[in-house]
T-cell receptor, first 113, second 118 residues
């Protein structure tokens, strides 16, 4: 089955700096890669996603890049703000999984003022 | 649009009792619903995939007789934790795919149910 590795597990940045979280996946059949932000006790919130026919996608301060050959994708947050502090999860969805998601272990991001 | 609700939001029960959790898609028809479990400070782990009108597909290591899933309509799936024990205490989250959505792989998550078994 699909195995998703996520790094780092914790990340602390100063407000205004950039944050980068990286994930790798094992199943070459995966073609959908969402990123979720989860605050304590709440549901995961989709912040951006990318599909295998695209190498990069950007939405304001958030961008995701995908390298299918290397099987890795990354989340980039620019001009970080304290409200960006949360746990971020990457996920991958193989085409033969019925669209089920395999999640990385998460990255706890802390943005200090 | 694409709202998923769960009920209850939290539940406390005694060891040995059964607990039912409901997952509803409020404004769309869900072809498929998924059940995840999340222990404190851990990631979401897929428990099972539920398709309307058919038996759920369980992930390896998840006991189908303990975690009963019913998906009787396109807007409702239920997870029943039978004979719950303290180790079943966790955050249970469902998600749903929009049958008529343009992006068939997008999942919409419910708010989760915090289960505590005493």
């Amino acid at each position: 089955g699909e195995n998703v590795e996520q790094h780092p597990s914790t990340l602390s940045v100063q407000e205004g700096d950039s944050a980068v979280i990286k994930c790798t996946y094992s199943d070459s059949a995966s073609n959908y890669f969402p990123w979720y932000k989860q605050e304590l006790g709440k549901r995961p919130q989709l912040i951006i996603d990318i599909r295998s026919n695209v190498g990069e996608k950007k939405d304001q301060r958030i961008a995701v890049t995908l390298n299918k050959t290397a099987k890795h994708f990354s989340l980039h947050i620019t001009e970080t703000q304290p409200e960006d502090s949360a746990v971020y999860f990457c996920a991958a969805s193989p085409t033969n999984s019925g669209y089920a998601l395999n999640f990385g272990k998460g990255t706890s991001l802390l943005v200090t003022p | 649009g694409a709202v998923v609700s769960q009920h209850p939001s939290w539940v406390i029960c005694k060891s040995g009792t059964s607990v039912k959790i409901e997952c509803r898609s409020l404004d769309f028809q869900a072809t498929t619903m998924f059940w995840y479990r999340q222990f404190p400070k851990q990631s979401l782990m897929l428990m099972a995939t539920s398709n309307e009108g058919s038996k759920a597909t369980y992930e390896q290591g998840v006991e189908k007789d303990k975690f009963l899933i019913n998906h009787a309509s396109l807007t409702l799936s239920t997870l029943t934790v039978t004979s719950a024990h303290p180790e079943d205490s966790s955050f249970y989250i469902c998600s749903a795919r929009d049958r008529g959505g343009a992006l068939e792989d997008t999942q919409y998550f419910g708010p989760g149910t915090r289960l505590t078994v005493l």
